[in-house]
């Protein structure tokens, strides 16, 4: 006659093995759902400008359903960080760490620069900087993609700058420099002219 902890023995494994595929599900759903959020921001942060306000940037950001933590005061100068992790793939070692951070600088309650990087732990990366000084411009290093882009570039230019590979976000592969922002040579060669 079976014990009772040999015939619960079979149901505990499956309760393991349940649970452990319902947490690597839920980490993949978490990186997924960064994704998306990651292209909803990219796509806000495309068109903003600079020199719009504090308050009409958080409200365009919030249109697009993207959670900003806003900090006490913004009258004179303050800075907002958003980050869009793969927190959960990563700490389960079923990808490699990876962010899409951006940067939103204010003064005097008006957007003064702004800074978007894909990369992760590894060095490589892709970031665009758009600053009141900024001039369009590329710099590729061997781990590092750098866009530089004027305010008033609203060219193809601009376009071709933001489209990084969200899909680096939550791969289960380290994405190379170039794969980050996959139109790195395009830009290359508007800049070149």
């Known amino acids: 006659m079976l014990t ?24 993949f759903a978490h990186a997924y759902r960064a994704r998306v959020e990651a292209g909803r921001y990219v796509a806000v942060i495309t068109q903003m400008r600079i020199g719009t306000t504090y ?44 962010a899409l951070v951006g940067n939103l600088g204010f003064k005097d309650e008006k957007l003064v620069y702004k800074t978007t990087g894909l990369g992760g732990s590894n060095p490589n990366s ?19 993609i750098a866009v530089d882009l004027s305010p008033s570039d609203f060219t193809e230019y601009r376009r071709l700058a933001y489209s990084f590979n969200l899909k680096c976000l939550g791969s289960i592969r380290q994405c190379s420099t170039d794969e980050f922002l996959p139109t790195v040579n395009e830009l290359e060669r508007i800049t070149s002219k």
């Not at 009772?4 to 980490?27: E, G, H, K, S, Y």
């Not at 409200?59 to 303050?78: F, M, N, T, W, Y």
């Not at 892709?126 to 590092?144: F, G, I, L, N, P």
């Open 4 to 27: 009772n902890c040999q015939r619960r023995w079979p149901l505990t494994v499956l309760c393991v093995v349940l649970a452990t595929l319902l947490v690597i599900a839920l980490a």
């Open 55 to 98: 308050d009409v940037a958080v409200k365009q950001l919030r249109d697009a359903d993207i959670s900003v933590h806003l900090p006490g005061e913004c009258h004179h100068e303050c800075l907002l960080d958003l980050e869009f992790v793969n927190k959960w793939q990563y700490k389960l070692h079923l990808g490699p760490p990876m």
């Open 126 to 144: 892709a970031s665009v900087r758009e600053s009141t000084s900024t001039v369009s411009a590329v710099r590729v290093h061997q781990y590092k």
